[in-house]
């Protein structure tokens, strides 16, 4: 009994192990890092449930996580909502958004989706830049609630509260949230949509003639993935206390989404986790160290050696090995 | 997968685990607590790469000479001070993270911030957060939203900023009796906010607004902004632009030309070496923002001369990569972190609910002048200079170096020429 579900005992281990670190006392900036390879992973997990599954290449993902910041930010301009309302706002406006997407393009294939999820990300970013109410493209600080309380208990206070700070309290929601996708990752993955998916991927056509639903598969996979990446955009304003559409709708974030599942290896959820894992941590580490635009050129040598060494990824490159 | 597979890739997801764990704790392991002995560390991004390098770069080596400086005269409380700085690649999404490092790894005492009101804006939350005091390098009404105490900020534009900067542009062009005026912006906090001033002293002024409107940061291409402005006839014409729009205006309006009689008012960059070496001859007739400028009268801040020509010496001598002239941000860069050591020094320990207390009710005398704050951290009166750019005749940078080619047009105690209509000047 205990062996079936060794995977949701697991996710609810690291869940624990991300509490205990928030009571730690560590260095706040532990978390500020941390938060950020964190959603990487997230993100990754996310983008990979239809690139990597379904064989779908997504590149509006700076779209879906842009929709999630801004559906913050508006909440937060009309009547300062808390933050986890804010995230369920943003994870459902984003599947919805997911859905209308998937409805409208999943009949385009290869370069044309690719192009048509490329147009989403700009034209958000031109509706946001034009946006007065959540700050145009001028861009808003918010800062933070001191105090937010939970059915009527204080999350954050240094002495009466769950957590110390505001970041402990937001590193311990995005490894809820990470690990949440995580497991919605593996559960397609060993369920009928992931084998449906996996057989789209293969031959749409042979899979349809199968009687594999394709139509209803991809549009159900284009909610998830949405969703969850409007959920790890609902939540980065609070992590950044700043969004502008430039940052919310960064093309940047498309191409870590794509990279870090290639790296790790699309196949399997593990894949999008290591790519996440190791991409998120070098950036983290390059921003401060090399500290320069340099951060992008490392991301393109690691894609340039693995595309050409692991084209499937690290997960791949062991299973070749063994 | 395999057994043996499953295995081997759980013992590389740990691995993975384990060794970003080990790279977050160990490259930014917190270093023991600061000890008297030690020195002062003021920590701060900068603009090191992007947009606004050209005045990041010329900031951070006054800075850098302000520390030689203090340090020289025994430093702030004793102990020597250290700069510890991150490039913030003029984009805002990394600055949160670099003030969180700051103050949480390095353990910096103070932090300053980097250049500019885009990029000062993320750091607010961050230092209100931490209830600590901070100085602003250039910031167009950054405190206007937080009214935080302990915010100062060094650009003099006055105590309403946003209309303080371009007061006396609309004083200068006053000699042309305008009745019609156009305003473009840069979609971006800098450029807006001073745009919504100069909409107010164009209004103050009882002018008629043909055009209004702003361009998204990534533009091109001016000359369709340029001949549509053309199309309203305005007699005036505001432009509130960064350093890349600046110089694409400056070209569009060669290529396609403008009847109004004064242009510019708010361009960022036209004051960068770089650009007026670039721009040269095509920048005659603009009526500019600016701070400081090789004019005789600019006297009235003593010592400031002397700071620019070590800063041209050592930017020579070193063979640095930034600004060669130094004039638009050198002296405040200095003053902005000199105002900070001497208000350390007088309050005479870390306490910065005092020295935020000190800083309001002190009249500092720096190299750019005597400097007093108000409530809201900005100055207490505007000492922005319009000036015109007139008889630039090629691209050599020297001639920017003498007095003649950005002629002070206002104020009047300082003036040292005639504001001449744009195509005049062409």
Not at chain 1, 38 to 65: D, E, K, P, V
Not at chain 1, 297 to 316: D, E, Q
Not at chain 2, 180 to 208: C, P, S, W, Y
Not at chain 2, 332 to 353: E, Q, R, S, T
Request: aromatic content about 12%.
């Amino acid at each position: 009994m205990i062996m079936r579900y060794k995977f949701e005992i697991g996710c609810v281990a690291f869940l624990v192990l991300a509490f205990i670190l928030t009571q730690l006392g560590l260095n706040r900036f532990f978390f500020f890092a941390g938060f950020a390879v964190l959603q990487f992973i997230m993100i990754a997990t996310a983008w990979n449930i239809l690139g990597g599954y379904g064989g779908y290449i997504n590149f509006g993902t700076a779209g879906f996580l842009g929709v999630g910041s801004y559906t913050s930010i508006a909440l937060i301009q009309w009547s300062n909502v808390s933050i986890v309302p804010q995230i369920i706002a943003a994870a459902a406006l984003a599947g919805l958004l997911g859905l209308a997407i998937g409805y409208f393009t999943l009949r385009l294939k290869g370069v044309y989706f690719a192009i048509a999820t490329l147009a989403l990300a700009i034209v958000l970013e031109t509706v946001v830049n034009n946006w007065d109410f959540v700050g145009g493209a001028a861009g808003i600080s918010i800062l933070p609630t001191r105090k937010p309380e939970l059915l009527g208990a204080v999350i954050v206070d240094r002495k009466i509260g769950v957590f110390g700070n505001y970041k402990e309290f937001l590193f311990f929601l995005i490894a809820g949230m990470t690990i949440f996708s995580v497991w919605v990752a593996r559960t397609i993955e060993k369920g009928k949509l992931g084998r449906g998916l996996n057989a789209i991927k293969d031959n749409e056509e042979a899979a349809e003639s199968m009687g594999v639903p394709t139509l209803r598969l991809k549009l159900i996979a284009t909610t998830i993935s949405g969703a969850l990446m409007g959920a790890a955009g609902g939540i980065f304003p609070s992590y950044l206390t700043f969004i502008d559409p430039l940052t919310a709708f960064n093309l940047e974030f498309a191409v870590y989404s794509l990279a870090m599942p290639m790296i790790g290896g699309t196949f399997t959820w593990i894949g999008p986790v290591l790519g996440g894992l190791l991409l998120g941590t070098v950036q983290q580490v390059a921003i401060v160290t090399i500290s320069s635009e340099l951060n992008l050129l490392i991301l393109g040598v690691v894609l340039v050696v693995f595309v050409t060494f692991a084209p499937h990824g690290l997960v791949g490159w062991f299973m070749k090995k063994n | 997968m395999t057994r043996i597979l499953k295995y081997r890739v759980r013992v590389m997801l740990l691995a993975g685990l384990f060794a970003a764990a080990f790279t977050l704790t160990t490259a930014f392991a917190p270093v023991a607590q600061a000890q008297s002995k030690d020195p002062i560390k003021i920590g701060f991004s900068m603009a090191l790469t992007g947009a606004l390098a050209g005045g990041g770069k010329q900031s951070l080596v006054a800075m850098q000479i302000w520390a030689e400086d203090i340090n020289e005269q025994g430093g702030i409380l004793g102990r020597s001070v250290e700069l510890v700085f991150y490039d913030d690649q003029t984009n805002p999404k990394n600055v949160p993270g670099i003030y969180s490092k700051l103050l949480d790894v390095d353990k910096v005492d103070f932090v300053v911030s980097g250049y500019g009101t885009n990029l000062i804006a993320p750091a607010m939350p961050v230092v209100i957060d931490r209830d600590i005091v901070f100085m602003g390098l250039f910031g167009m009404n950054n405190n206007g939203k937080w009214n935080y105490e302990k915010y100062f900020q060094i650009l003099p534009a006055g105590p309403s900023p946003a209309v303080g900067f371009s007061s006396n542009w609309f004083e200068a062009v006053k000699t042309f009796k305008p009745k019609t005026i156009a305003l473009v912006a840069a979609d971006a906090e800098f450029a807006r906010n001073l745009k919504e001033g100069a909409v107010e002293n164009a209004k103050a002024m009882g002018l008629e607004i043909v055009y209004n409107e702003n361009y998204p940061p990534r533009t091109a291409d001016f000359t369709p902004i340029v001949r549509a402005v053309n199309a309203k006839k305005p007699d005036i014409f505001y432009i509130a632009s960064y350093p890349n729009g600046s110089a694409g205006l400056v070209r569009a309006i060669a290529e396609v030309g403008t009847d109004a009689m004064a242009v510019g008012g708010g361009m960022v960059g036209l004051q960068y070496a770089g650009l007026m070496s670039g721009l040269g001859p095509n920048l005659n007739g603009f009526l500019n923002y600016d701070f400081y400028v090789p004019e005789p009268t600019m006297n009235i801040y003593p010592g400031s001369k002397e700071l620019i020509d070590r800063y041209q010496k050592k930017v020579k001598d070193e063979g640095l990569k930034t600004d060669a002239l130094g004039y638009y941000l050198v002296p405040w860069a200095y003053a902005y972190v000199d105002i900070l050591g001497k208000a350390v020094n007088a309050v005479g320990k870390i306490d910065h609910d005092a020295i935020a207390e000190y800083i309001h009710k002190t009249k500092f005398t720096t190299v750019v002048g005597d400097v007093e704050f108000g409530d809201n951290g900005e100055w207490t009166q505007s000492r922005t200079i319009a000036v015109q750019y007139q008889g630039i005749k090629n691209n050599e940078l020297d001639q920017f170096s003498q007095p003649g080619t950005r002629k002070i047009m206002f104020p009047a105690d300082i003036q040292t020429g005639e504001v001449k209509p744009f195509n005049s000047l062409r």
